[in-house]
Nanobody, 124 residues
Framework: QVQLVESGGGSVQAGGSLRLSCAASGRTFSSYGMGWFRQAPGKDREFVAAISLSGGRSYYADSVKGRFTISRDNAKNMVYLQMNSLKPEDTAVYYC?????????????????WGQGTQVTVAS
């Protein structure tokens, strides 16, 4: 069982930056590939980024490639999403997710555990 708690959301002007954090409970954090998804009002939840169990590989949606960076610290049971050059279309609730013994999954159904989400609002 893994519990995930996101933090770091907020409001920012276009072009600004935010760093999201996701704290995971449990002793087996390094057994999970981690991902970030987002859901804008009236839209489906979509893949943003994922990182492998060791943190050695990362995967990104085309819409955020070059602007967002996912990272993890297995010693602290933390995963992060550094978001730079934010755009109004990045406005959404951002969710952290955990996928047991698998890396790089981009589909919602592939993840086993989800956080409650944190709101990111980017003003133009």
């Amino acid at each position: 069982q893994v519990q995930l708690v996101e933090s770091g959301g907020g409001s920012v002007q276009a072009g600004g930056s935010l760093r999201l954090s996701c704290a995971a409970s449990g002793r087996t954090f390094s057994s999970y590939g981690m991902g970030w998804f987002r859901q804008a009002p009236g839209k489906d939840r979509e893949f943003v980024a994922a990182i492998s169990l060791s943190g050695g590989r990362s995967y990104y949606a085309d819409s955020v490639k070059g602007r967002f960076t996912i990272s993890r610290d297995n010693a602290k049971n933390m995963v992060y999403l550094q978001m730079n050059s934010l755009k109004p279309e990045d406005t959404a609730v951002y969710y952290c997710a955990a996928d047991f013994l698998r890396s790089g999954a981009t589909m919602i159904g592939e993840y086993d555990y989800w956080g409650q989400g944190t709101q990111v609002t980017v003003a133009s």
